[in-house]
């Protein structure tokens, strides 16, 4: 089994930060690429960034000079910090990682979200 769970959500007026934390465990070899993505109502959900095991980033260009994600090799983290928040990055925001589990074989896997909601 699997895990990944967000945490760090909340409720933060524009121009404000936010920090959301991704932490993966269970049976778990190694992390490939982990990602962020968000999503709101009536929405395809959207990559905001990407980060692979070797630290190349990528970012969504609505977040680009914004955002910043990172990782933490030996514990299995991720994290998103978000400056600048402005109402349209109001989502629900999802980690997922391309994990190799212990027998070898490969799964992406997603966590449950965490409600971001930018509004004064």
């Known amino acids: 089994q699997v895990q990944l769970v967000e945490s760090g959500g909340g409720l933060v007026q524009p121009g404000g930060s936010l920090r959301l934390s991704c932490a993966a465990s269970?049976?778990?070899?190694?992390?490939?690429?982990m990602n962020w993505y968000r999503q709101t109502p009536g929405k395809t959900r959207e990559l905001v960034a990407s980060?692979?095991?070797?630290?190349?980033?990528n970012y969504g260009d609505s977040v680009k000079g914004r955002f910043t994600i990172s990782r933490t090799n030996a514990n299995n983290t991720m994290s998103l910090q978000m400056n600048s928040l402005k109402p349209e990055d109001t989502a629900v925001y999802y980690c997922?990682?391309?994990?190799?589990?212990?027998?070898?074989?490969?799964?992406?896997?997603w966590g449950k979200g965490t409600l971001v909601t930018v509004s004064s």
């Open positions: 980060i692979t095991s070797g630290g190349s980033t």
């Open positions: 269970g049976n778990i070899f190694t992390i490939r690429t």
């Open positions: 997922s990682a391309a994990i190799v589990r212990l027998e070898g074989s490969v799964m992406n896997y």
